[in-house]
C-alpha cells in the first residue's frame, strides 16, 4: 500500500511539475483531468502489480509527448502557442499603450538613452521576410535618410512577418510607402513592410513569424520597380534592420540587441536642417521658405524669441 500511495504522489508531483510550462487556465484542467487520470491508472496499475511513473515529458511544437518508467509514451496535447500568444497580446501593455492604426503611434519626442531587445525566448522565433539582394541600404540618400532597407523581389514574392506579433498598420498610406504593414512585435519592436501589392493580413491581427502578410510590389513609388522597403522601429525611431538580420546570410544576428542612442542619431540627424542667415532674410522669410511656422522655427531653437535680432551669418535650425 505504501508503495500506492508513493507511486500516485510521485505521479501527481512530475504531472505539477511538468505544467509549471503551461500558461493557461485551459492547460490547468487538462492537468486536473490528466492528473485524475494518472492517479485513476496508477490504481489500475497497482491492482495489476504494473506500476507506471512519468518520468519525462518531450515538448514538439502542438503537444508534450509523455514518458513513462515502463518505457512507454503517450501524447498529451497542450494549449497551442496560438492561444498563448493570443492571451498574452490581450494583456501586455505592448499591445495596449499606443496602439493606434497610424503611421505612427508613440509621442517619444528623443530616442532611449539605451534599450535591450531580446528577440527570441522559447515562445518566439524569427523569419528573414524576404531573402533577395539588397538594393538600398539604412543610410543618407539624395538628402534625406533612407529609414529602411530596399530588399529586391517581384510582385509574387511571398513576404513574411519577422517576428511573433501584431497587426497595427495594414492599408495604403499616402505618405510613399503604397500598400504597407506595420507590425508591433512581443520583443517591443515594429517592422514596416511598405510597396506590397497585396495585403493578406487585417489590422488588428495577430501573427506569428512567418505568417505571409502580403505579395511583392511597387505601390506608391513612382519611378522604381517592385521591392520591399523594410523598416525596423523602436518607439517609432528607426534604426538599421542589418544591426538585427544578415540578408545576405539570412540569419538573426545574435538573440538579443543593446541599442543605444547613436544607434537612431544618424536619422535624427539627417532630418534637421539649418539656415544661415543672409541679409535682409526674416524668421518669416525663413518660415515661408521652408514651408514652416515662425512658432515652429522658434520651438526648435531654444535661444531664439520673437523679439531676437537676427544678424546675418546666424545659424538656424529650420527643420
Ligand atoms: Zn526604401
Known sequence: MINFFSYTYASFVKILLFNTHMKSNKSILKLFCFSFCCCFSNFNSFSQNKLKLAVDTITTSNDNIIL??????????????????????????????????????????????????????????????????????????????????????????????????????????????????????????????????????????????????????????????????????????????????????SVLLGDKILLKKADFHSVIAASRKYHRIKSGETLSYLAVRYNTTVSKILKINPKLNINSIIGIGMKIRVR
Open 68 to 249: 513513462y518508467d515502463d518505457k512507454s509514451w503517450e501524447y498529451l496535447p497542450v494549449v497551442k502557442r496560438k492561444n498563448y500568444l493570443k492571451a498574452f497580446a490581450d494583456t501586455s501593455s505592448i499591445f495596449t499603450k499606443n496602439w493606434k492604426n497610424s503611421t505612427f503611434a508613440y509621442k517619444d519626442k528623443f530616442p532611449p538613452d539605451s534599450v535591450l531587445i531580446t528577440y527570441l525566448d522559447d515562445q518566439d522565433k524569427y523569419v528573414i521576410p524576404v531573402i533577395d539582394r539588397i538594393n538600398s541600404g539604412f543610410k543618407l540618400r539624395n538628402g534625406t535618410f533612407h529609414k529602411g532597407l530596399d530588399i529586391h523581389l517581384t510582385r509574387t514574392t511571398p513576404v513574411k512577418a519577422a517576428f511573433n506579433g501584431k497587426v497595427r498598420y495594414a492599408r495604403f498610406n499616402t505618405g510613399g510607402y503604397g500598400n504597407l504593414v506595420i507590425i508591433r512585435h512581443f520583443n517591443g519592436l515594429e517592422t514596416y513592410y511598405a510597396h506590397l501589392s497585396r495585403l493578406d493580413v487585417k489590422e488588428d491581427q495577430l501573427v506569428q513569424a512567418g505568417k505571409v502578410i502580403g505579395l511583392g510590389g511597387n505601390t506608391g513609388v513612382k519611378w522604381s520597380g517592385p521591392h520591399l522597403h523594410f523598416e525596423v522601429r523602436y518607439h517609432d525611431f528607426a534604426f538599421d534592420p542589418e544591426k538585427i538580420f544578415s540578408i545576405k546570410d
